[in-house]
């Protein structure tokens, strides 16, 4: 009886193998394995004459061993600080407007507010990308209007710079700060604010006693969900950055799309993915202990 | 009048505004120092939101709040020498039970943090919570969380404590007992409760005096025997008990209104008493329901009226099978001195 209802369950699961295992765990081995290889004279892979001998001389380490070098890792901790910067700001951006949204909004206002939140989701990514660079271009419309008033008297440098990403990548991540914020907000129960006010807490003590911990599991999920996105990210950096910021996601989709080095993209693409999965595994440990689902 | 202790809290002519409704209307009422004074009422009465004015969680549209003197209609709650105890209590579920009983000290000025951790215990022990300490809200049963809110507010020396209905979340049986510490509790401390409910049982067993409101008002203010006894209102007569109305036409008095005689103070007689103190009138027996401990009679007067009769068993019914029968004539009897004169409302 046991045996066969096990049974059914993997044959009702099998649909979902056969997905996870086509487009997830099958790339998953070939760009592993890829990682190994070495970059033809034409790009391409260089052939492996003798198995043994190529794992013997730690050949198949190579390209992690080039990605320690000072340039690459040079790289990997702009786009990690790029990241980190990312989240602080749309943690202070996303929380105010999160917690005005799920505890100050007029009932009958807020599926619209929250609407707004979500409709640029309607349109592509890359579009509203590009959008921004029309808007930031030297002639763009902000900068006409900053001349129009004769705020600036010469057009502002507001694309193809650092700032210019990190704009564009708050921007893009935003939302997917606020809305598990606003998730945990609106289920804080508004009678432990008013419990802590009525023992003496003042606004500023509420909002640190109360507010903060019982919402961290949605800042914890805040974190994740931008924080990782951010540390790949290369249209961002590409479009609004130019060739001046290049991030760990524009090296990957260099060494692939231009080099044509792919095993060296591989083994980039490994280690990126090997940092996240730390990270969520953290992630995953710390929603455990607090007895929290965990959203991802 | 200066025999009185002093007022603790006063409320003079507040008057509470959501909108378009009025939830509180112009109340003015006096809570002396120490006492345990209870407001009355059916939900949405105001009877909470005139706690949480006192308590500073809502801000009066007019009128003003004084708790032992001093003006605090404006100041904020984290201000006030009142602290509440919340209906599902509002523990901090992050926070252990030590944690949450210590919320509040640190905002206390006067109270130096070596202290803290003692004031902590004193409170436990008080409320008999040593030993949960360690705990989180969520591993404690409903009566223990009740405590720790209770204690968590005592700790603060509040001159008044709030209660916001703080047994209507509690198992019937876990109910009495805490209704009986509650008042111990105040007994000792010498603290103003000042306490919401809609249960009058609980009010008349708990309180030193009642504020029965209705509709956003004060209908009356008395101990429990008064407002029981002598209720100034149809309205506090019926919501304090089953009330038997006897029109003034039909005994033959006077006009404009009616008395009433509780039903336990109704008597039925097999003929008209010769004590002519007593008043009777003659009645059919319409039902019988035998409850145990006593006996309710449902009886019609010769107009059809609908009278309500409560007899103990002081006897056991085994003993003695009753006198009376549905459908038989009987009288129905009391004494003049337990009938009040209630006036037809509106006239």
């Not at chain 1, 702009?78 to 749309?90: D, F, G, I, N």
């Not at chain 1, 006693?209 to 914890?220: D, E, F, N, S």
């Not at chain 2, 009877?47 to 308590?55: A, D, P």
Request: proline content about 6%; hydrophobic content about 45%; charged content about 20%.
């Amino acid at each position: 009886m046991r045996a066969r209802k096990d049974r059914r369950a993997w044959i009702l699961l099998l649909p979902t193998w056969l997905v996870l295992g086509a487009f997830f765990l099958a790339p998953l081995v070939l760009t592993l394995g890829l990682s190994f290889r070495q970059r033809g004279v034409y790009g391409g892979l260089k052939p492996i004459a003798d198995l043994g001998d190529y794992i013997a001389s730690e050949a198949f380490l190579s390209n992690y061993a080039r990605s320690l070098d000072g340039i690459y890792l040079g790289i990997g901790w702009r786009s990690v600080w790029m990241a980190v910067l990312t989240t602080v700001l749309t943690l202070a951006i996303g929380y105010p407007v999160a917690y005005a949204l799920a505890l100050h909004a007029p009932r009958r206002w807020k599926d619209l507010l929250l609407g707004f939140v979500v409709v640029p989701f309607w349109t592509s990514f890359l579009i509203r990308t590009y959008a921004w660079m029309f808007l930031r271009r030297t002639e763009g419309l902000v900068n006409r209007l900053l001349l129009g008033a004769g705020v600036v008297d010469r057009p502002l440098e507001i694309l193809y710079t650092e700032l210019a990403v990190m704009i564009g990548l708050v921007y893009g991540e935003l939302p997917f700060m606020i809305l598990p914020l606003y998730a945990s907000l609106e289920k804080l129960d508004r009678t432990l604010l008013e419990a802590a006010a009525d023992l003496g807490a003042g606004r500023a003590s509420v909002f640190r006693r109360v507010t903060v911990p019982l919402t961290a599991p949605g800042i914890a999920a805040g974190i994740v969900l931008v924080f990782i996105p951010s540390l790949g990210q290369f249209v961002v950096s590409d479009l609004l950055g130019g060739a001046r910021s290049m991030l760990l996601g524009n090296l990957i989709q260099n060494q692939f799309a231009v080099a044509r080095n792919h095993p060296f993209g591989a083994a980039l693409a490994f280690e990126l993915m090997a940092a996240v999965l730390l990270l969520l595994l953290a992630y995953a440990l710390y929603m455990k202990r607090k007895g929290e689902e965990v959203l991802l | 009048m200066d025999r009185l202790p002093p007022s603790s809290v006063e409320i003079r002519e507040v008057t509470k505004r959501f909108g378009e409704v009025t939830a509180v209307d112009e109340v003015s009422l006096d809570v002396r120092k120490g006492e345990l004074f209870s407001l009355l009422g059916p939900s949405g009465c105001g009877k909470t939101t005139l706690l949480r004015m006192v308590g500073g969680l809502e801000t009066p549209s007019a009128g003003t709040i004084r708790i032992g003197g001093s003006d605090v209609t404006r100041v904020p709650p984290h201000r006030r020498p009142a602290h509440m105890v919340f209906q599902e209590y509002a523990l901090f579920p992050h926070l252990t039970v030590a944690e949450n009983v210590a919320f509040g000290l640190r905002y206390k000025t006067d109270v130096p943090r070596a202290t803290h951790g003692e004031k902590v215990e004193e409170a436990l022990a008080l409320v008999r919570l040593t030993g949960l300490e360690k705990r989180l809200p969520r591993q404690l049963s409903g009566g223990q969380r009740q405590r720790v809110a209770l204690a968590r507010a005592l700790v603060l020396e509040p001159q008044v404590l709030l209660l916001d209905e703080p047994l209507a979340a509690l198992d019937p049986q876990l109910r009495e007992d805490v209704q009986v510490e509650l008042k111990h509790l105040q007994r000792t401390l010498g603290i103003t409760f000042l306490f919401v409910t809609h249960d009058r049982e609980e009010a008349l067993g708990l309180s030193d005096r009642v504020a029965v409101m209705r509709q956003g008002r004060v209908e009356q203010v008395g101990t429990p025997a008064e407002i029981f006894e002598r209720p100034a209102t149809r309205f506090v007569a019926e919501f304090l008990g089953a009330a038997n109305f006897f029109p003034a036409e039909a005994a033959g008095v006077a006009s404009g209104g009616s008395f009433l005689v509780r039903p336990e103070k109704l008597r039925l007689c097999a003929e008209r008493s010769k004590d002519s103190g007593m008043s009777a009138i003659p009645v059919t027996i319409e039902e019988r329901i035998y409850q145990g401990i006593g006996t309710t009679w449902i009886v019609r007067g010769g107009r059809g009226e609908r009278f309500v009769v409560w007899e103990q068993n002081a006897a056991s019914a085994l003993d003695e099978p009753p006198v009376f029968h549905p459908g038989g004539p009987a009288f129905l009897c009391w004494n003049p001195r337990h009938a009040v004169w209630m006036k037809e409302e509106g006239a």
